[in-house]
């Protein structure tokens, strides 16, 4: 199975400021149709997750341009511009390339 | 628009049965897949697996021995029936369309 592995946020991130989250796979998800397989979510608490981004750099429908992904095969960063109160919640990657689809353990953005 | 609703029983016996009804609506389950996800209380997202378009199945391999997902496209609801639970089954479990989500349904394993 394909690890993810997420990294930690310096919380609380002052409003207004910056925040990158990190995402590790243990295998390349590059296809060869060269498309990434990587996605973003957001679950707010007591929510269910949101989609935010797929193939690694596209945002989904409705999500704000805050939102950014970038990476290589194997290393990928989601970047929250101008954080606000309602980015607030766990932040999750997740490969789709092969199955099992696996996610990362989760990283939290607390906002000060 | 796009909707997906879990619902099943939020109790269940140790060593019993789960089945759970996932019924959606905005689109047809012959022209998408529909995974099951779970996420014990706390914890992180787990695939549990899916039905493609076409009626096919992929799972987690470590469920795949006590876990089964079908469908009835008549009715517009995916299943899924997972036996032998342990209090470690304790989840909200979701189904979803990938950038779509049911609001999930907490299932609780316990005497």
């Known amino acids: 199975d394909i690890v993810m592995t997420q990294g930690a946020l310096p919380n609380p991130v002052p409003s207004g400021e910056s925040a990158s989250i990190t995402c590790q796979s243990s295998?390349?998800?590059?296809?060869?149709?060269?498309?990434?397989?990587l996605n973003w979510y957001l679950q707010r608490p007591g929510q269910s997750p949101q989609f935010l981004i797929y193939?690694?750099?596209t945002r989904a429908s409705g999500v704000s341009d805050r939102f950014s992904g970038s990476g290589s095969g194997t290393d990928f960063t989601l970047k929250i511009s101008r954080v606000e109160a309602e980015d607030v919640g766990v932040y999750y990657c997740?490969?789709?390339?092969?199955?099992?689809?696996?996610f990362g353990s989760g990283t939290k953005l607390e906002i000060k | 628009q796009v909707q997906l609703k879990e619902s099943g029983p939020g109790l269940v016996q140790p060593s019993q049965t789960l089945s759970l009804t996932c019924t959606v609506s905005?689109?047809?389950?012959?022209?998408?897949?529909v995974h099951w996800v779970r996420q014990p209380p706390g914890k992180g997202l787990e695939w549990m697996g899916r039905?493609?378009?076409?009626?096919?199945?992929d799972y987690n391999s470590a469920l795949k021995s006590r876990l089964s997902i079908s469908r009835d496209t008549s009715k517009s609801q995916v299943f899924l029936k997972m036996n032998s639970l342990q209090t470690e089954d304790t989840a909200i479990y979701f189904c979803?369309?990938?950038?779509?989500w049911g609001q999930g349904t907490l299932v609780t394993v316990s005497s």
């Open positions: 979803t369309r990938g950038a779509y």
């Open positions: 905005g689109f047809s389950l012959t022209d998408y897949s």
């Open positions: 039905i493609q378009s076409g009626g096919s199945t």
């Open positions: 295998k390349s998800l590059l296809h060869s149709n060269g498309k990434t397989y």
């Open positions: 193939w690694m750099s």
């Open positions: 997740q490969q789709d390339l092969e199955f099992p689809l696996t």
